[in-house]
């Protein structure tokens, strides 16, 4: 295990002038092909169906919506 007190001081300026020339990302990585916000009505028991299937449900519902276009010869 590894002394606290062996730690290198961040806030020194050599330290300081490392973390200035790193660039900073924050949020998530763009991607090629966002996805857009948008609202839909659902029927309650289809809504609450894919919500007890526990994260992902949205995923899920936009898999489905997939599916169905490219059974019926209009997906991407």
């Known amino acids: 295990m590894q002394d606290p007190d062996d ?4 806030s020194t300026p050599e330290w300081q002038a490392i973390f ?3 660039p900073v990302r924050r949020g ?3 991607v090629l092909s966002p996805k857009v916000s948008t609202t839909i009505r659902l029927d309650a028991d289809i809504l609450e169906a894919y919500r007890a299937q526990g994260p992902g449900w ?3 519902i ?9 059974r019926e010869g209009r997906g991407g």
Do not use: G
Request: avoid cysteine.
């Open 28 to 30: 998530r990585p763009p």
């Open 58 to 60: 949205q995923t899920r």
């Open 7 to 10: 730690v290198p001081d961040l």
């Open 62 to 70: 936009n898999e489905v919506l997939r599916q169905h276009l490219e």
């Open 20 to 22: 200035d020339r790193v």
